[in-house]
């Protein structure tokens, strides 16, 4: 009995001093007006996001700006949309497949108000969907332009040119140059069926790769074709799951492949004859002369390598750099589009398509507007930017760089130097003052950091002779210029880093 009333004593004496610690820390907190947290929270972001440090923002906003001004000198113009869409407008846009990596939100507050008990029981998600969530991140920018157009089919010019760069969600599984948030930057048109449109597309990723000094080739294909090839094997109805499985080609080989095409009901005689159609050879002339042959009997068919042929001539005539080949292995797994489709690859790295699109000739069809065609590209400015990373080909300097930093040495010349600033960045170069006054080691460290290419310096002896002692951080050479001959020197500068 002695030993419990002991145990019960020492357990109430640390109750006793854990209260009065907490307290303590409850009085600490309160006259200090902060939060304490007994155990830190580990920050963190969802898988498949990241963060962009201003080093890297300053390489995205060189791509997003070069692909931009290409998108402007064709006569695009820009919109935006919400982030996110009515699950209604989403949901069935993008096939089976797409409709399962939708991100769903749940509606506000009880969200399971609604939701029958019944189905609760069951646990069937998809079945719970429509009574917990009504709206969902979009999918990528095409179906909400679509959206975008029907609704305000009476404010806009057809044909419709517009560029969009925003960003877009997908619960697929991360993986290199695959993630859960990513930006998109999109061009198309709609109100017109000329296939003048898909060649100007054509233009378009010859000029931006050019612009970003990626080499790369663009592969081309018709769905028409593809129609085709499943009425030429007697497969007419499984087009969905023939092109689904097939733009799969690169990723898990022939053999899964044609397993996945046994798996959806297609006949081993079909798959048979499927087989040298998807793995024609030779140059996008020979291609198109045997898909003539093999394609005679079907009007759908017949149709695509007429358009295919068009375009292969206009682009000839043009003689873009650009490598165009027609690729029967093209699907693009998704159910809109309906004519020419693309897709561009880097020729030296290692990665999946950098972009990517077609033509559609319904889309809008959905959402009420009828006969009303139109074919865009996305280029996936994640994936552009991995490419130029492992190349090594970003800028050293672009628009967003500092140019010039001035040093500080005390409240007399930061003065000085503030009404020199104005001056500069008026002419348009990027500068700045060094906030403190403290040692030369450490500003010229921090230039040094952000690779600042010149260094300016204002002492007493410069302010008397209305000067600036101009360092090049390159070559360590410094001399006194004028506040004219600085701006001069670095506009110079700034042009030849952009020539190279």
Known sequence: MKCLTSLFKKSLIISVRIILINLQLFILCKSNSTILYVMAQKPGIPKGTRDFSPEVMVKRNYIFNSIKKVFQKYGYLPIETPAMENLSTLMGKYGEEGDKLLFKILNSGDFLKKADDNLLAEKSSNKLVSKISEKGLRYDLTVPFARFVVQHQNDIVFPFKRYQIQPVWRADRPQKGRYREFYQCDVDVVGSNSLLNEVELIQIVDEVFKALKI?????????????????????????????????????????????????????????????????????????????????????????????????????????????????????????????????????????????????????????????????????GADRIYDVMNQLEIFPKHTDASVQVLFVNFGDKEQLHCLRLLSEIRKAGINAELYPDSVKMKKQMTYANKKQVPFVAMVGETEMIEGVVTLKNMNSGEQEKVTVDNLISTCKETHNQHVRN
């Open 215 to 379: 080499n790369v080739v663009i592969k081309l294909n018709n769905r028409k074709v593809l129609a085709g090839i499943a009425e030429k094997i007697g497969a007419l109805d499984k087009i969905v799951d023939i092109t689904v499985a097939i733009d799969k080609l690169d990723k898990i080989g022939l053999e899964n492949v044609n397993k996945e095409l046994t798996e959806k009901g297609l006949s081993s005689e079909a798959i048979d004859t499927l087989q040298p159609i998807i793995l024609l050879e030779g140059d996008n002339a020979v291609k198109l002369k045997k898909l003539k042959d093999v394609l005679k009997d079907s009007e759908t068919g017949m149709t695509g390598v007429s358009e295919l042929e068009q375009v292969f001539e206009m682009v000839n005539m043009l003689n873009i750099d650009l490598e165009v080949e027609l690729d029967l292995t093209l699907a693009r797994g998704l159910n809109y589009y309906t004519g020419a489709i693309f897709e561009v690859k880097a020729k030296d790295v290692q990665i999946g398509s950098i972009t990517g699109g077609g033509r559609y000739d319904d889309l809008t069809g959905i959402f009420g507007l009828k006969d009303v065609s139109g074919v865009g590209i996305s280029f």
